[in-house]
């Protein structure tokens, strides 16, 4: 969105935004993550692919906090959040999505746009009362901010429904608009395209990819095999809770591990 | 009055629907009026009704914040309307056990501060964990609160009660029914803009994205404990505030209206009127008042009489009617929440200055009407 804020951001901070060092959690007796380790380089679309049950999503509530870890360490731009609440990484600039988002009951899309920005004056109801016209300048401006993006984002026709109205589709995509709204260092995709029509599904791709070239670095789970290998590099695959290799989609391919954990022999 | 009708259109009335319902209300109010005149309805009483549908829609209001906004489950809206109650009772009675007969201010600021404290101290454990902890909790603290009061008879005067409550304002030159009636009238008009300001805002939208989704609203860098704590100690003490009301309006106070029945109809209050929308709390609450107190007359009409059968005690009945009437007609209630998470300014403000900024604002002009229309 804004270029010098995002440069003046970059210059301090250094060129891996996300890194887990042996991150583990069981749930009983199942390993469902095993010493992951990863990094996520700055200005990069990086992509985790594993079969099902290999831990994916159970990393992503490790990083985002949303499950607390065994053992090892979460660090954004070199500090260490793995002790802070799923808020608190978020405001560290490590902002997810869901894979099956809720709609918001009684939110209009633009409302639901709204709660993106933050924090926000106007969330202090001291704020509210004693500078109400602060709250009112910041409120033009993010809903200002709101209908560009999804004009944007090609769903500005859609600002007045109510959220619960959208289709799944639409949904993901005012997910990944409010998201990018937080303003963050790093965005965690988890399955953007999961259950989305093919016209949809390639704007999204189109969309991520705009925000990449503005700079934005994601961090991509997603099952669609031609999806993810066209959009992401580097890639990371995992299996059965282990780091099982990382590369380019090219690599990834022919990779003979990958080829038989995770593709079962047939090409991809 | 075109000024007034039309702000009334504005800001009250979304639809046709909505339209039909506030003129329910309106012949109503003015057969009441016209019962009034005609001598059909003593004053005294209407006005006596009057406040007590103030303060059910307090209470409403109250619960609209904790579960129509932030989605707390909160059984307890008796306990906090009964600490309220017996905070201004115990100061403000000569004849109390503490004996103190403090001014009614000290009773309302003793009822603010005591109720904010047990709803911090009652959510410290539960607001961190699923929402069902908090309504189990908050079930065992209307039963806590109760027997304390019932039991604890050196301080509290036990199932006896406390009489004596001095009355509101008394020097203003009004009768003491039409007082009370102006003192919750001017309550509810605080508090229900204090509310709408809240609401329309960063702050009401943050509470009802915890509402539906709170990972989301975590997932965004919303703290949302801090959040629900907010919400839920402005909804106890606007629930206490309504029970000090009370104390200074009926003038005596038992333990026994702080059964769950009490909280249940407050709940009832705010789905008929539609959850999460502070109109529909206030018709919602005048409308269960309605009911419960219109339900005492069934019997002196002769035509019931006749039958010889005793209606009052199926009051529970009608209000169940009509909840399943209103869940199979209206789902979201009387008048559901539309519009009422962003300050009218900064909505229309934003549109304006998206006008001259780009090409594409007449569209978003246009959708923006709709929506209110909607």
């Known amino acids: 969105m804004n270029d010098d804020a995002y440069e003046g951001a970059r210059l301090g901070k250094s060129d891996v935004v996300l890194k887990t060092t042996d991150l583990e959690k069981a749930f009983g007796g199942l390993v469902a993550t095993d010493g992951v380790s990863i990094e996520v380089d700055r200005g990069t679309i990086t992509g985790m692919i594993g079969p099902n049950g290999a831990g994916k999503s159970t990393l992503f509530n490790l990083i985002s906090g949303f499950y607390e870890n065994d053992a090892g360490h979460v660090t954004v731009n070199g500090e260490d959040v793995t002790d802070l609440e799923p808020h608190e990484r978020a405001r560290k600039g490590l902002v997810r999505t869901f894979q099956t988002p809720r709609r918001l009951e009684g939110m209009s899309v633009r409302e639901a746009m709204l709660v993106g920005p933050g924090p926000q004056k106007g969330e202090s109801i001291f704020s509210l009362f004693f500078s109400g016209s602060d709250v009112t300048e910041e409120e033009r401006g993010n809903i200002e901010q709101t209908r560009e993006l999804l004009e944007r984002f090609e769903i500005g026709h859609l600002i007045d429904q109510p959220s619960t109205d959208l289709s799944g589709g639409q949904m993901k995509l005012v997910e990944l608009a409010r998201a990018f709204t937080t303003n963050p260092d790093i965005l965690l995709l988890d399955e953007p395209v999961a259950g989305v029509n093919p016209t949809l599904a390639n704007d999204i791709k189109r969309f991520i990819r705009e925000l990449n070239e503005e700079g934005q670095t994601f961090l991509i789970i997603e099952h669609d095999m031609p999806f993810i290998m066209d959009l992401a590099d580097p890639i990371i695959v995992l299996d059965q809770g282990k780091v099982l290799m990382e590369g380019s989609p090219d690599e990834v391919r022919s990779d003979d591990r990958v080829i038989e954990a995770y593709l079962g022999g047939a090409g991809p | ?374």
């Not at chain 2, 000024?3 to 009335?13: I, K, P, Q």
């Not at chain 2, 709803?119 to 909790?137: N, S």
């Not at chain 2, 949302?224 to 009370?246: D, E, H, L, N, R």
Request: aromatic share 10%; with cysteine.
């Open chain 2, 1 to 374: 009055m075109s000024a007034v009708s039309s702000w009334v259109s504005e800001t009250l009335v979304r639809d046709a629907t909505e339209r039909r319902i506030f003129a329910t209300l309106g012949l109503i109010t003015v057969l009441l009026v016209v019962g009034v005149l005609t001598g059909v309805i003593g004053p005294r009483f209407l006005l006596f009704q009057i406040a007590l549908v103030g303060m059910y829609a307090l209470l409403s209001l109250g619960l609209n914040v904790q579960w129509g906004y932030a989605g707390l489950i909160n059984f307890s809206v008796a306990a906090f309307w009964g600490i309220g109650a017996y905070c201004a009772a115990l100061l403000t009675a000569p004849n109390s056990p503490l004996g103190l007969g403090l001014h009614p201010v000290f009773g309302f600021l003793a009822a603010i501060v005591v109720s904010a404290f047990v709803a911090v101290l009652i959510g410290i454990p539960t607001l961190r964990l699923r929402e069902d902890y908090l309504a189990i909790a908050s079930l065992g603290l209307a039963e806590v609160i109760r027997a304390i009061i019932l039991n604890e008879d050196q301080w509290t005067a036990g199932s006896s009660g406390i009489s004596g409550i001095p009355e509101l304002l008394s020097w203003l030159p009004l009768t003491d029914a039409a007082t009370t009636a102006a003192v919750v009238v001017v309550l509810i008009a605080v508090v229900y803009l204090f509310l709408r300001r809240v609401h329309r805002s960063p702050w009401g939208r943050v509470l009802r994205t915890i509402r539906s989704d709170e990972d989301l609203a975590k997932a965004l860098g919303k703290n949302t404990y801090q959040f629900k704590m907010q919400a839920f100690v402005i909804g106890s003490v606007i629930m206490a505030v309504a029970g000090a009301f009370y104390a200074h309006l009926n003038l005596y106070i038992d333990p026994s209206d702080l059964v769950p029945l009490t909280t249940f109809y407050i709940w009832i209050a705010v789905i008929l009127g539609g959850t999460g929308s502070n109109r529909g709390a206030v018709v919602g609450a005048a409308v269960v008042i309605a009911i419960r107190e219109g339900t005492r007359f069934l019997n002196d009409i002769g035509f019931i009489q006749t039958l010889g059968v005793d209606l009052a005690p199926l009051r529970l009945l009608f209000v169940g009617g009509l909840i399943i009437l209103i869940m199979r007609f209206r789902q979201d209630g009387l008048l559901p929440p539309k519009d009422e998470l962003i300050w009218p300014a900064a909505r229309d403000g934003g549109g304006a200055g998206g006008a001259s900024a780009s090409g594409a604002a007449p569209d978003g002009g246009t959708a923006s009407n709709g929506g209110d229309d909607r």
